[in-house]
């Protein structure tokens, strides 16, 4: 059940050094491409990274908070075309929180790192350095990566009686 899932769904920032199978890998591709978008246009697109290499590259995107994609087996590199939607931002999120449930689903654990709006250095965005090292076209925009692999810590879910019950108001 969903509610199982988003119970046990936590930020995961250590990962073994066991890779992802291949079987594993396409169940995320098909539901990140299930993931719903407004009108149905379909603004996003996945880059999914597995060489080393690359992930430690994609670990420096933010001079804070992506530090922990060098470690992970597979990042997914979440971006759109701008031209096609005005809401592609929120596309993107749809996409990114569909996969990360399918990563917690599979046993797997993830972590979002935000590079829209974010700073690389004083001098850089942390899109304009992704969009670099990819050499992504210019009507491409980079959303956020999230870094997949096998858990290398272990977290417990947070209390039912922990959670933000104040945010919720009944109207009857």
Not at 13 to 38: D, G, Y
Not at 97 to 115: D, H, Y
Request: proline share 3%; with cysteine; aromatic share 6%.
């Amino acid at each position: 059940m969903l509610l199982d899932i988003l119970r046990n769904r936590r930020s995961i920032r250590q990962f073994t050094n066991k890779q992802l199978s291949t079987e594993h890998i396409a169940q995320l591709k098909e539901v990140i491409l299930r993931a719903p978008t407004s009108r149905g246009l379909n603004p996003w697109q996945f880059i999914f990274v597995t060489n080393p290499e690359i992930l430690a590259k994609l670990a420096q995107a933010k001079a804070k908070g992506s530090t922990f994609i060098a470690n992970s087996a597979l990042a997914v590199v979440i971006c759109a075309d701008t031209t096609r939607s005005d809401v592609w931002t929120e596309d993107c999120a749809i996409a990114a929180i569909c996969l990360q449930l399918a990563v917690t689903e599979l046993g797997l654990g993830s972590c979002w790192s935000q590079i829209r709006l974010r700073s690389h250095d004083e001098n850089s965005s942390a899109g304009k350095y992704v969009t670099n090292l990819l050499k992504l076209p210019s009507n491409i925009d980079v959303d956020c990566i999230i870094a997949i692999g096998y858990p290398a810590e272990e977290k417990g879910t947070y209390p039912t009686d922990e959670l933000a019950w104040s945010h919720i108001k009944d109207i009857n």
